[in-house]
Each structure stands twice: as structure tokens, then as C-alpha cells.
């Protein structure tokens, strides 16, 4: 699995993610921070990955844009961004659900 890391959440989650074995990359690591939220999702589409955000905008532009951008998909975790260890352990088997 990729998964793309939003800004709003630390660096360290795309790390943990690496570290637990999937190919992950914060938007920080393609100069993508301030960027807009349509910006990121044309990177999500184009590079195959999965979004990982507390941004809860990203379903609205999902659900607006459904037909002109297609999504790979998108992990939202709105009530824990501050801890790394937290945010990977609530997206754990989410991820693994996803994995064949």
C-alpha cells in the first residue's frame, strides 16, 4: 500500500507507516506543505496512494469532485493528531483491512 501523510499530521506518522511496512510519504517530503487541498489529492491520484489526514475537508472535495478527480481513498483520523504512536496504532487495522 502508499499512503500520502497530510500536513496536518506530524512527519513521524508517515515514518511509522514506513516502519510498519508500507510506502509512506508525508507532503512535507515533496514540498507540498501549504499546498492546497486539491493539490494534494492530484498527488494522491497521480502517485496511487491512500490519504492520511485529520482534515475532514478532503471527504467534502471527495464527494464534490468524485467524477472529475477519482480518489484512491482516504484514512481521516480527526481526533488524534498529535501523538505518532496513537495515529498509527487507530490507522493499524484500517491499513491491514486494506491489504489483500
Not at 500520502?4 to 513521524?12: G, N, Q, S
Request: include cysteine.
Amino acid at each position: 500500500m502508499n499512503f500520502l501523510v497530510d500536513e496536518c499530521l506530524r512527519p513521524l506518522v508517515a515514518a511509522g507507516v514506513r516502519n510498519a511496512g508500507h510506502d509512506a510519504i508525508h507532503v512535507g517530503d515533496v514540498g507540498l506543505l501549504g499546498a492546497t487541498d486539491e493539490q494534494v489529492m492530484s498527488l494522491e491520484v497521480e502517485q496511487s496512494r491512500i490519504l492520511v489526514s485529520a482534515d475532514t475537508n478532503f471527504g467534502e472535495l471527495l464527494a464534490r469532485d468524485r467524477l472529475s478527480l477519482p480518489s484512491c481513498g482516504e484514512i481521516v483520523t480527526p481526533t488524534i493528531k498529535s501523538e505518532r504512536f496513537s495515529t498509527i496504532s487507530a490507522m493499524s487495522p484500517t491499513i491491514h483491512s486494506l491489504v489483500p
